[in-house]
C-alpha cells in the first residue's frame, strides 16, 4: 500500500463541496488529454439472473425467491450482437448471475466462439469467479476482456457483504484473469453500509495497484428485497462525493477506461451518467438485454431500463454524445490503449 497516494486521493476525495468543479474540470481535463473525446459505446447483454451466491446487496441473490429467473438463448444473444455495428457498438459485454457448472461454461465458450466468427466483435465477459482453467478455456474460445468488480478494498467488510468469498479469492480471480491474457476490468461500490473514506481511498488505490484497463464504480443502491434493505448509502447526504470518487479515480488512474454506469442513473434520473462523463469517465455501456427480461435483472431498484435498445435509441444515443461534445467510435477504432 502506498501511503502516499493513499493521502493525496483521500485528501481529493474530501475536497470543500465549494471547490468540487474545480476537481471535477481536473478530471475531465486528465480524461481528455488521456483518451481524447471519443466515447467507446459497450452493448450488454445480461443473458441471465441465474445465480448461486447470496451477496448480501444485490437484488438477483441466490436468496430472492421473488425473482423470475430466465435464461437468453443463444440464438436471441447472437440476433442482438449482429445489430451491434449498425449502432456503433464494437464490444459485447456478456453479463450474467454467478452459476459455475461445467455445461453453462461450455456454452459460454461455444457462445464466445460464434460471436467472434459471427460478427468480429470484442467479447468482454463478465460472469463472476472461475477456476483458473476455464478463465483459459474463455480466452481460448476468443474472448478479449473480463470484468470483475473487487466491491470492497477492506477484507472484513467483504467478507460480510459476500458469504460465497473472500477478498482474497477475488483478487486471485484478477490475477489469473491478466495471467490468462485478459484485459481486465475491475471496481467497486460507493457508499455500502461499513464503508469510510478511507475506504473509499483505498478502494482507488487498489485500482492503479492492479493497473486496470478497465473500471467501474457506482453508488450502492439498497435494495427491499436483500438483506440490506432499508440501509442508506453512507454518502446519502453529500451524493456528490459518488462524483468525487469519479474524478479521483480518473486523476490517478488517467489511461484507463472509465464507464459512466448505469447506477449513477438510478441516483439522479437522466442526469447522473452524463455527469459522470463530464467529470472523468469516457466510457458509455448501452444495455442492450431484450427488454421482456429487463424487469428481471434489477440488482438495485429505480435501473433504468426502458427504451435503451434499438435502432431509435442507439441513434439518439450517437446523437447525444455529440450533444455532450463527444464523438462515438465509427469503427473498431482504438484510443491511445488501443480498443
Ligand atoms: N447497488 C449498487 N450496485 C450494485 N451491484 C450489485 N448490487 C448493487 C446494489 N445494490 C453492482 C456490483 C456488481 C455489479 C454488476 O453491480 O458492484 O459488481
Known amino acids: 500500500m502506498n501511503l502516499h497516494t493513499r493521502k493525496e486521493i483521500f485528501d481529493i476525495l474530501t475536497t470543500p463541496s465549494s471547490n468540487r468543479q474545480e476537481l471535477y474540470s481536473r478530471a475531465d481535463a486528465v480524461r481528455k488529454e488521456n483518451m481524447g473525446d471519443e466515447i467507446p459505446l459497450r452493448g450488454i447483454i445480461e ?3 441465474i445465480c448461486s451466491n447470496d451477496c448480501i446487496y444485490c437484488g438477483i441473490r441466490a436468496s430472492n425467491s421473488k425473482v423470475a429467473r430466465y435464461k437468453i438463448t443463444d440464438e436471441e444473444i447472437l440476433e442482438v450482437a449482429r445489430k451491434m455495428p449498425k449502432w456503433q457498438q464494437w464490444t459485447v459485454v456478456l453479463q450474467s448471475g454467478e452459476a459455475d457448472s461445467k455445461a453453462e461454461n461450455l456454452r459460454i465458450g461455444n457462445l464466445i466462439e460464434r460471436i467472434k466468427k459471427e460478427t468480429g466483435l470484442a467479447v468482454t ?5 472461475r477456476s483458473k482453467d476455464v478463465f483459459a478455456f474463455w480466452r481460448n474460445c476468443g474472448a478479449d476482456r473480463y470484468l470483475m468488480r473487487f466491491e470492497t478494498s477492506d ?3 467483504f467478507e460480510k457483504i459476500h458469504p460465497d468469498c473472500t477478498l482474497k479469492e477475488r483478487l486471485e480471480c484478477l490475477d489469473n484473469l491478466r495471467e490468462a491474457g485478459y484485459q481486465v ?3 467497486f461500490m460507493i457508499g455500502i453500509p461499513g464503508e469510510t473514506i478511507e475506504t473509499l481511498a483505498d478502494n482507488i488505490n487498489l485500482c492503479s495497484t ?9 453508488p450502492f443502491i439498497p435494495h427491499e428485497e436483500t438483506p440490506l ?3 442508506k448509502n453512507i454518502y446519502d447526504d453529500d451524493k456528490d462525493m459518488f462524483f468525487a470518487a469519479v474524478s479521483a479515480l480518473r486523476i490517478f488512474n488517467p489511461l484507463a477506461h472509465i464507464p459512466a454506469t448505469t447506477a449513477f442513473d438510478a441516483v439522479f434520473p437522466n442526469t447522473g451518467r452524463d455527469l459522470a462523463l463530464q467529470r472523468g469517465a469516457n466510457v458509455f455501456m448501452a444495455n442492450n ?4 427480461y429487463r424487469d428481471a435483472y434489477l440488482i438495485y431498484p429505480n435501473k433504468p431500463f426502458v427504451d435503451e435498445t434499438g435502432d431509435e435509441y442507439a441513434n439518439a444515443l450517437i446523437n447525444h454524445m455529440k450533444e455532450l ?3 462515438v467510435a465509427t469503427g473498431y477504432a482504438h484510443s491511445k490503449k488501443c480498443y
Not at 492492479?210 to 457506482?218: A, R, S, T, V
Not at 438485454?289 to 421482456?292: C, D, G, R, V
Open 155 to 157: 477484507k472484513e467488510l
Open 125 to 129: 465477459l463478465s460472469v463472476g469467479n
Open 47 to 49: 443473458f441471465t439472473n
Open 325 to 327: 461534445g463527444r464523438s
Open 185 to 187: 476490468g475491475s471496481g
Open 229 to 231: 434493505a432499508g440501509q
Open 289 to 292: 438485454t431484450p427488454e421482456k
Open 210 to 218: 492492479y493497473d486496470l484497463d478497465m473500471i467501474g464504480i457506482g
